[in-house]
Structures are given as structure tokens and as C-alpha cells.
């Protein structure tokens, strides 16, 4: 069973896989930087098609996102392989505190349904 567990964070972990291109990824990201910022778990961003730092930067800007993303080759490639691959966007995988992986939304959700799931691991 493969599990992720980032050094230092004792809460539930959000991967939230997008791509430059995507709308209904610009969508996810308010209900998603509302989630990172209520503190109730620590959510990570996965820029599928990175051009590069500054391009990347852009697009998170673009997107409006307010939490950390890496859109290296290798780290895209790394959680991509954790989660048992991507085959869409937005695709969001949700884990318990303990690193286990709990529910996979591959497309667009409110906000309530990532309650939900972190509501259901307490």
C-alpha cells in the first residue's frame, strides 16, 4: 500500500493534480485555498505541464492559487506515480494524516465535499 507522509505536517493532505489549460481547474482553486487556509489540512498543487519556474509562477497566478505547487518533471512524475496515475484534470487525492490515501475526485467539486471527506477521517 503506497502511503505519502510530508515531514513536519500532522494534518490531512489535498494533491491536487491541474494543468495551464484547464478551466474547470481554475474553478477547484477558490474551494481549495479556502481549505488551506482554514488550517484543516495542508494542501499541494501538481502542475502537470510546467514550462518552467516563471511560466509556472504565472499560471498559479493566473489561477489564483494561494498554496504550494511544484511542476518539476521529476515531482510532477513522483506524485503522479503515488497516486497510481493521471488521466484527467482537476484531479484531487485526499489523505488522512497518517499518509494513506482516503478518496480520489477526479473533476470538479464544491468545496463541501472535501468537508466531507476530512470530516469523515475524525
Known amino acids: 500500500?503506497?502511503?505519502?507522509?510530508?515531514e513536519g505536517n500532522d494534518?490531512?493532505?489535498?494533491l491536487f493534480f491541474y494543468t495551464s489549460g484547464c478551466g474547470a481547474c481554475k474553478a477547484q482553486v477558490p474551494a481549495l485555498n479556502e481549505l488551506?487556509?482554514?488550517?484543516?489540512?495542508?494542501?499541494?498543487?501538481?502542475l502537470g505541464d510546467g514550462k518552467g519556474l516563471e511560466a509556472d509562477a504565472a499560471v498559479a497566478r493566473e489561477k489564483g492559487i494561494k498554496f504550494p505547487s511544484v511542476s518539476g518533471a521529476n515531482s510532477v512524475k513522483y506524485f503522479?506515480?503515488?497516486?497510481?496515475?493521471?488521466f484527467g484534470t482537476p484531479t484531487s487525492?485526499?489523505?488522512?494524516?497518517?499518509?494513506?490515501?482516503v478518496k480520489k475526485l477526479i473533476g470538479l467539486y464544491?468545496?463541501?465535499?472535501?468537508?466531507t471527506q476530512l470530516k469523515l477521517m475524525n
Do not use: C, H, M
Open 1 to 6: 500500500e503506497r502511503t505519502l507522509k510530508i
Open 11 to 14: 494534518k490531512p493532505l489535498v
Open 36 to 46: 488551506q487556509a482554514s488550517g484543516n489540512a495542508l494542501v499541494i498543487g501538481v
Open 80 to 86: 503522479e506515480t503515488i497516486v497510481g496515475g493521471i
Open 93 to 101: 487525492v485526499i489523505y488522512d494524516k497518517n499518509g494513506k490515501a
Open 110 to 115: 464544491p468545496k463541501s465535499a472535501f468537508e
